[in-house]
T-cell receptor
Framework: AQKITQTQPGMFVQEKEAVTLDCTYD???????LFWYKQPSSGEMIFLIY??????QNATEGRYSLNFQKARKSANLVISASQLGDSAMYFC??????????????FGPGTSLSVIP | DSGVTQTPKHLITATGQRVTLRCSPR?????VYWYQQSLDQGLQFLIQ???????AKGNILERFSAQQFPDLHSELNLSSLELGDSALYFC??????????????FGSGTQLSVL
C-alpha cells in the first residue's frame, strides 16, 4: 500500500533563512508523481511543486526546490529565503497510476512551519 | 481561483442528519477527488471518480457515498451524521489521468459542523 510520511509535526525557521521539510514515501509502482502543497491558516490548498518518478533533475519553482532521492524514497521540500508569509501547513502528496487504471492521490500528515521575524 | 467550486462553504447540522456536498470541477477536468480534513489533521482520501466512474476508494465510511454526474459535477452524501464527522471536506479535480504530473486543483472546501 502507498504511504507518505512527514516526521516533523512542527518546524521553526528564522526569516530569510532556508528550511528543509522532510517527506518519505512508499510505493511499489514505478510510475508516480510527488507534490507539495501549502495550506495557510485561511484553509486553501496551494500547489507548490511537482516531481515525476522518472525525472532526472530535481524540480525547482522560484524559492521552492524538491530534493528527490529515489533510492531513499524521499522528496524533501527546500524553501530558500523564508518569508513571514511562508508560515503554514505543508503537505507532501503522491499520485500513483497502475495498469488497472487505479488512480489515487494520498497526502502525508503535514508539517506546520512557523517563520520567526 | 482554482476553478473548482464547492458548495456550500459552511454547513451546520445535527447528529443523525443527512447532508449533500456539491463540487463542480475545473472546466475539462474528468477526475474528481474527495478528501476529509479533521481538525489539525492531514487530508484523508475518501474517493475518486473519473468521467462518472468510481476509480479509487480510500477511508470512506459506509454512511458516506458519492457520485459523479454526466455533467461531471460530483456530490458527496453524508448520512447518519456523528459529531466526529465534523471536518473540512475538500473536492479536487485534475486533468488527463494518464499523466502523473497532473496536479490536483482544490476547491475552497465545505466546513461541516455536526452539533
Amino acid at each position: 500500500a502507498q504511504k507518505i510520511t512527514q516526521t516533523q509535526p512542527g518546524m521553526f525557521v528564522q526569516e530569510k533563512e532556508a528550511v528543509t521539510l522532510d517527506c518519505t514515501y512508499d510505493t511499489s509502482d514505478p510510475s508516480y508523481g510527488l507534490f507539495w502543497y501549502k495550506q495557510p491558516s485561511s484553509g486553501e490548498m496551494i500547489f507548490l511543486i511537482y516531481q515525476g518518478s522518472y525525472d532526472q533533475q530535481n524540480a525547482t519553482e522560484g524559492r521552492y526546490s524538491l530534493n528527490f532521492q529515489k533510492a531513499r524514497k524521499s522528496a524533501n521540500l527546500v524553501i530558500s529565503a523564508s518569508q513571514l508569509g511562508d508560515s503554514a501547513m505543508y503537505f507532501c502528496a503522491m499520485r500513483v497510476y497502475t495498469v488497472a487504471s487505479y488512480d489515487k492521490v494520498i497526502f502525508g500528515p503535514g508539517t506546520s512551519l512557523s517563520v520567526i521575524p | 481561483d482554482s476553478g473548482v467550486t464547492q458548495t456550500p462553504k459552511h454547513l451546520i447540522t445535527a447528529t443523525g442528519q443527512r447532508v449533500t456536498l456539491r463540487c463542480s470541477p475545473r472546466s475539462g477536468d474528468l477526475s474528481v477527488y474527495w478528501y476529509q480534513q479533521s481538525l489539525d489533521q492531514g487530508l484523508q482520501f475518501l474517493i475518486q471518480y473519473y468521467n462518472g466512474e468510481e476509480r479509487a476508494k480510500g477511508n470512506i465510511l459506509e454512511r458516506f457515498s458519492a457520485q459523479q454526474f454526466p455533467d461531471l459535477h460530483s456530490e458527496l452524501n453524508l448520512s447518519s451524521l456523528e459529531l466526529g464527522d465534523s471536518a473540512l471536506y475538500f473536492c479536487a479535480s485534475s486533468g488527463h489521468r494518464d499523466r502523473a504530473g497532473e496536479k490536483l486543483f482544490f476547491g475552497s472546501g465545505t466546513q461541516l459542523s455536526v452539533l
